[in-house]
C-alpha cells in the first residue's frame, strides 16, 4: 500500500465503531485490507461500500464459486492486481481451480476448461466490463441457465466489481 493515492485511515483514528466493527467483520480475522483504510477515509462511501460489496459476497443465490469467478475476470480485464491478489484465494477455497484462475489472466480464455455456465458467466464479464452494452443473447442464455434472479446477480456482480476494480485503479490500492 506505499503507493496509494491518498493517505490510508490508520488504526486509532477516529471512526464509527459499528462502521469498523462491520468492516472487520467482513474480514478474515477481522484485519482491515487496503481498500478498506481507503474507504474509511470518507465514512458514508464505507458504510454504503461495506452493505453493497457484502450483499453481493454473501447474500447472492448465485453461487460464491461462480461470483468468485466474475471477480477474477474483471480484475484481469481492468488490471486490478490488489483485486485479484484479494479475490483469487477466496475463489480457489469456493471449489475454483488454479488452472481456470491461471487461464482467467489470458486475453482470450480457454474455453475448453469451462463449463457452458462458466462461459455465459465469462461473455457477460467480458461484454460488460469491456463494452458496457451487453448483447441480448447473452442475457437470453443466462436467464435459460441461471433465471432471471440470479442473472440479475450476475449483472450486478459484474457491476459491483468493475466499480471496486475502478476505486483500486484510480487510487493505486
Known amino acids: 500500500m506505499s503507493q496509494v493515492r491518498v493517505t490510508p485511515w490508520q488504526d486509532g483514528e477516529q471512526a464509527?465503531?459499528?462502521l469498523l466493527a462491520?468492516?472487520?467483520?467482513?474480514?478474515?480475522n477481522g484485519e482491515l485490507i487496503g481498500i478498506d483504510?481507503?474507504?474509511?477515509?470518507?465514512?458514508?462511501?464505507?458504510?454504503?461500500?461495506?452493505?453493497?460489496?457484502?450483499?453481493?459476497?454473501?447474500?447472492f443465490g448465485l453461487s460464491l464459486e461462480y461470483?468468485?469467478?466474475i471477480m477474477l475476470r474483471v480484475a484481469v480485464?481492468?488490471?486490478?492486481?490488489?483485486?485479484?491478489?484479494v479475490h483469487y484465494p477466496a475463489y480457489i477455497q469456493a471449489g475454483g481451480s488454479d488452472e481456470k484462475?491461471?487461464?482467467?489472466?489470458?486475453?482470450?480464455?480457454n474455453a475448453e476448461l469451462f463449463s457452458e455456465q462458466e462461459l455465459a458467466l465469462l461473455e457477460l464479464t467480458e461484454q460488460s466490463t469491456t463494452k458496457v452494452n451487453v448483447d441480448?443473447?447473452?442475457?437470453?442464455?443466462?436467464?435459460?441457465l441461471f433465471g432471471e434472479t440470479q442473472t440479475v446477480e450476475a449483472?450486478?456482480?459484474?457491476?459491483?466489481?468493475?466499480?471496486v476494480s475502478r476505486f483500486l485503479v484510480a487510487l493505486d490500492i
Open 16 to 18: 464509527p465503531a459499528e
Open 22 to 28: 462491520e468492516m472487520q467483520g467482513r474480514r478474515p
Open 37 to 59: 483504510r481507503v474507504l474509511l477515509k470518507s465514512f458514508p462511501l464505507a458504510k454504503g461500500w461495506n452493505e453493497l460489496l457484502g450483499r453481493v459476497r454473501a447474500n
Open 67 to 69: 461470483r468468485e469467478l
Open 77 to 85: 480485464l481492468n488490471k486490478a492486481d490488489f483485486e485479484w491478489n
Open 101 to 109: 484462475a491461471t487461464a482467467l489472466k489470458s486475453v482470450v480464455v
Open 136 to 144: 441480448g443473447d447473452v442475457i437470453e442464455r443466462l436467464k435459460a
Open 155 to 163: 449483472v450486478a456482480t459484474v457491476a459491483a466489481y468493475n466499480m
